[in-house]
């Protein structure tokens, strides 16, 4: 018998609503593609450093 607590992994679903909140950001800032695509990518980033970072140490505490 092993007591381990078992830990569920929901960081893809951080993943989308970056994605989309950073193209609308772009978009409705500025109205190019170029920056759209750019707030897509920082949207990315941020929700994997939310995933990796954030959540990971507040697991720890």
């Known amino acids: 018998m092993e007591n381990h ?4 992994n929901y960081n893809s679903y951080y993943l989308i609503p970056a994605l989309i909140c950073g193209m609308l950001t772009g978009w409705i800032v500025t ?5 759209t695509i750019l707030g897509a990518i920082l949207g990315l980033l941020t929700a994997g450093f939310w995933a990796n970072v954030v959540v990971k140490n507040g697991e720890k505490a």
């Open 5 to 8: 607590k078992a830990t569920n």
């Open 31 to 35: 109205g190019s593609v170029g920056y």
